[in-house]
């Protein structure tokens, strides 16, 4: 698969390397980042093969990931391509608004573990609450001053999920009378 990708990415002239890294098997992710670091990439594209997300697949990945990065003192929402993407993004869709001023910034992310889970990961609120200011920041360095709050999605079963939640937060901004809404999808994007 490693190799149909990176010639599918050749034919469209995007020369890259191809690192394959597993979690239980050879080459490990650390052997594969490893590589990565002795071939001096700095903008590595990761590409999780699971065929959905779960905590014990993706996430556990992704958790050995993000202890790599920190690693490095920094975690990838708080990379600079991240933060400029999302507020490029949020600024184009901002003019597209009769008063773009008015519109309420929405951060609504989708977490994948409940609070008690969240104690064997780094705590997700701190790390969308940290991703959500770099990038208002990033958009008042631009003059955007826009309000904005971030809330949590994907709330199942009896077991409390992180706060506030999605649903409950648009009903008190529908409440205090916000009229445009701008909702950024933080983490499962694609499900957005």
Excluded: C
């Amino acid at each position: 698969m490693a190799h149909a990708l990176k010639m599918a990415l050749e034919a469209k002239n995007l020369p890259v390397n191809i690192y394959v890294g597993m979690s239980y098997w050879y080459p490990f992710t650390e052997e594969a980042v490893q590589q990565i670091k002795r071939d001096r990439i700095t903008r590595p594209v990761v590409l999780p093969l699971y065929p959905q997300f779960s905590i014990s697949t993706t996430g556990s990945s992704i958790r050995v990931l993000e202890r790599i990065f920190s690693e490095n003192n920094m975690s990838w929402y708080q990379r600079e391509g991240y933060i400029k993407s999302m507020a490029d993004l949020i600024q184009k869709e901002l003019e597209k608004f009769s008063n773009p001023e008015e519109v309420m910034i929405f951060f609504s992310a989708h977490v994948y573990q409940s609070v008690m889970l969240t104690m064997l990961v780094i705590h997700p609120k701190i790390r969308w609450r940290s991703a959500s200011y770099l990038i208002m920041q990033n958009l008042k360095d631009r003059g955007v001053g826009n309000d904005h709050t971030l809330a949590y999605q994907s709330r199942v079963g009896l077991v409390q999920w992180l706060k506030p939640y999605t649903d409950e937060v648009l009903v008190e901004l529908g409440q205090r009378g916000v009229k445009s809404l701008l909702a950024i999808p933080v983490w499962y994007m694609t499900s957005h």
